[in-house]
């Protein structure tokens, strides 16, 4: 076997063929069901994500406990192609309110370091039910009635988004 | 296994898969008919102007709807009633490229009878809103489309709220 070839598909081929296969496998496997790659358009989640940036769902993020408040989840639509991306705010059970901006949860304002700036929308309490979350955009400063936000059941979280 | 043998099996896999590929093409499967159907609504949609050309493609859109359709897109907007009403609303879309519409995730059920089907999929919405920036809007579908004279039409639309 000459350099090139050597160089090309190392000392001994048919073990190289079957670790680009495995290689081939495991990507196939990782990013098509595990760690999704996802990119981001529109501008609800801004400054968090800017539109067009690229980030990946982790499906397996939350077979064993839900979601917590403040993870950023991708809710799946119709199929598995199209996900919304938000921040969930409120839990199961919980009261959840807007008033002049600020996210109220059973009463009490939610602390959202990652808000750079609010409009005052103003959205009337609502009791989540179990397996309900309410989701978010990060970009507070849009008109409310441009921005999809709201109650969504647990079936419909895909995963957690993460880098 | 023999280079020759596993050569062999290559090209048989290939040719059974080219096969199952022709078959599929020549004689589709009625869910590949409904989604081939969408495929061509999301053309028209997007083909729509103001000029001449653009009313025969409102023509053309219009008919891939019965006659008594209804489209109800939810958040207390009065619901679309009837074909002639969609043909006059898009013939009121004034310039092409400016809105573009995208089915996605097309997802069919046939009834028993394979006279009507129950269909749901995401349709995604991007403007230009100037400056090189565009706003996404996306939605959750139900369709219920019905068989005519071979036709796939579709006679219901629901928009779902996923965030409710």
Known sequence: ?163 | MSRALLLRVALAILAGAAAVYVWQQAFPSEERRIKRQLDAIEDAANSLSADLAGAAVAARLSMYFTEDVTIDPGGGIEPVRGRQTILALARTVESRGETRLALKDADVTLAPDGASAAVTATVTIARNVGSGKESLDARELALTMVKRESNWLISHVTAIDTLR
Do not use: C
């Open chain 1, 1 to 163: 076997m000459s350099r090139m070839q050597t160089f090309l598909v190392g000392a001994n081929p048919r073990r190289t063929g079957l670790r680009i296969a495995l290689l081939t496998l495991a990507a196939v496997l990782i990013f098509g069901w595990v760690l999704v790659p996802t990119r981001t358009e529109g501008i609800s989640m801004q400054p968090t994500f800017e539109s067009g940036a690229l980030h990946f769902v982790n499906r397996f993020s939350y077979i064993g406990a839900g979601p917590r408040r403040g993870d950023i989840v991708a809710i799946a639509l119709g199929g598995e192609r199209v996900y919304y991306v938000k921040r969930v705010v409120g839990l199961p059970g919980e009261r959840v309110q807007i008033v002049k901006g600020v996210v109220q949860i059973n009463g009490a304002p939610l602390v959202e370091p990652y808000v750079a700036r609010r409009r005052p929308w103003d959205v009337e309490e609502i009791e989540l039910r179990s397996h309900e979350y309410f989701v978010i955009g990060d970009n507070r400063s849009m008109n409310a009635r441009d921005h999809d936000f709201g109650r969504v059941m647990r079936t419909r979280i895909a995963g957690r988004v993460v880098f």
